[in-house]
């Protein structure tokens, strides 16, 4: 499974960026898609997910400004970020849970995969 991520960059305090991620090969089915994040110092922390059945889950700090989409045909996620602040200013991070398939075209475990992470950064 690779993940190919886009829309990171520049941007002043208050404004939006959208960030999107492909993910693209094999699998039984994929769970969930989803965003983290890892602030200069901090840990990495869950920012958005959405499940294969359309429900969502945010970060607190981020929850009214950030919105998730996912479009299941195109197996794409896509993070729309409005009123971004200088503490948004992360590496973000497209993950995908997915149930791996055999290669009897049968159910497999369940794994977890990512992104390599696109840089967004907040002035203020």
């Known amino acids: 499974v690779r993940l190919a991520e886009s829309g990171g960059g520049l941007v002043q305090s208050g404004g939006s960026l959208r960030l999107s991620c492909a993910a693209s090969?094999?699998?039984?089915?994929?769970?969930?898609m989803g965003w983290y994040r890892q602030r200069p110092g901090k840990q990495r922390e869950l920012v958005a997910r959405?499940?294969?059945?359309?429900?969502?889950a945010y970060l607190d700090s981020v929850h009214g400004r950030f919105a998730v989409s996912s479009d299941n045909d195109k197996h794409t996620v896509h993070l729309q970020m409005n009123n971004l602040k200088p503490e948004d200013t992360a590496v973000y991070y497209c993950?995908?849970?997915?149930?791996?398939?055999?290669?009897?075209?049968?159910?497999?475990?369940?794994?977890?995969?990512w992104g390599q992470g696109t840089q967004v950064t907040v002035s203020s």
């Open positions: 959405i499940t294969s059945a359309g429900d969502t």
């Open positions: 090969g094999s699998w039984f089915s994929i769970n969930a």
């Open positions: 993950n995908v849970e997915v149930v791996e398939i055999t290669p009897a075209l049968a159910m497999g475990p369940s794994e977890t995969y």
